[in-house]
């Protein structure tokens, strides 16, 4: 799903193949002399989770519904900072530890409003886009609850 509000294109994609970074970067950036800064974060499947050693990670979405929510907070941030351009691509399926899961990438002339939309972005992922985690290690199989600080993170961001 892509989209150009005004001069701020918007890719939104939920996949179960991997991502490349630079080739994101590349097309983000493609032909567009207004950036100045990308920032990116990507996340990663972790082989720990505080004291459970992970042997694999399984996500799951709500299909529709988890694009629309993404672009939601895509198009908030695109309000709150002049961006140049948002990409923002999610994997669902089973992950081994050490593979890609998410990447955010955030365009701007200058690198403050891509650090913060990136940082806005991933907090909201966290905390409201409609993804389910399980994880799979030597004592069993559970389903991931929601941890307080992803919401205090997110909190952070809300306008009084």
Known sequence: MTSSAGA?????????????IAREIAVLTRSR????????FSG???????????AALTLE?????????????ADEATSRWPLNGVTVIH???RFMPGQNIVLVLTASQHRQAAFHAAEFLM???KTSAPFWKKE?????????????RDDEA???WTRS
């Open 154 to 156: 997110a909190a952070r």
């Open 91 to 93: 994997r669902v399926g």
């Open 123 to 125: 907090d909201y992922l």
């Open 136 to 148: 799979e290690s030597e004592a069993g199989t559970d389903w991931v609850e929601a941890h307080a």
């Open 8 to 20: 701020c294109p918007v890719t939104i994609r939920i996949q179960e193949d991997d991502f490349d």
């Open 61 to 73: 979405h709500y299909p529709g519904m988890a694009e629309e929510e993404i672009r939601r907070h």
């Open 33 to 40: 002399t207004d950036i100045g800064a990308v920032v990116s």
């Open 44 to 54: 990663i499947c972790r082989a720990d989770d505080d004291s459970a050693k992970v």
